[in-house]
């Protein structure tokens, strides 16, 4: 099993854009053979002390894949770099972090 925690920045006052179009792409990815958890998730503010400051402009992408040939699959899947074009102008940085089980 392969986890993927992508960061995504965002340009401030896009998130809003971004999601929508995340959303949009969601069905489809969860359509790919191999996957097992496609998700979006934004920072809360709790109050937890040992919480890191809430991120305004980020989107963190939760991911789980049966296997790296999946996570491949889908990276070089026509709709994602559809998706990719309609969002490249809303990013201000990406990093991806691609993970097994310990």
Known sequence: M????ATIDLIPGKRDAFLEEFHRLIPQVQAEKGCLEYTAAVDVATGVPVQSPAR?????????WAD??????????PHVAAYRERVKNMLAGLKL???QPA
């Open 68 to 77: 790296l040939p999946s996570l491949e699959a889908h990276l070089n899947a």
């Open 2 to 5: 392969i986890h993927v925690i």
């Open 56 to 64: 305004p402009n980020t989107v963190t992408v939760i991911e789980k």
């Open 97 to 99: 972090q691609i993970l």
